[in-house]
């Protein structure tokens, strides 16, 4: 039986230039993306500033209703579209593949890692339509998970439940190696 958890997310980092129609110049740069799950910012409880987070509608294989989504961080966005709420609805390419930016975030969120900053997020189910490399090997650590405990659900209890999952994550993502990721 599979532990109850509110909304579980997960999300892997990368690096990546951005295509000169981004910021409307005529050169490529270079900015940091978030893949995360469609649950991300709801199990966060971060909304947007201008327009929408992501969704699970959002975080398909074949993409959403707005295709591959992008949302931008506030400083991506008052960096690299000098704040100009028309960036919502905007298509850019990120590693030659068309994005649309769906919302901006507010200027409080900074993301889930400290220290680091990311200009867009995108949904992880779209890593392999957006990179132009093979988005992780057997050696890195590419799947980080965030829970939200229900009530009356203990730390130790969620721990616990976490490890007994190991196994099949282990199992699943074994020989992963030049793979695309497709699940």
Known sequence: ???GWHH???W???RTRIGAGARRASRPRFVDRLFVSGSYFATLGVNALLGRVLT???DELAGGPDGTAAVLSYTAWKRRFNGDAGAVGMHVLLDRAP???VGVLPPFFLGT???RTFDFFLPGRRASAVLSTTPFDQYSTWLNIIVR???GQTVESSAAALRGLQPELRSTTRGVTNRRLST
Do not use: S
């Open 113 to 115: 890692e400290v220290g």
């Open 12 to 14: 892997e980092i990368r």
């Open 1 to 3: 039986m599979r532990p």
């Open 8 to 10: 579980p997310v997960v």
């Open 149 to 151: 405990l229900k009530p």
């Open 56 to 58: 699970p509608a959002d």
């Open 99 to 101: 994005v649309t930016i």
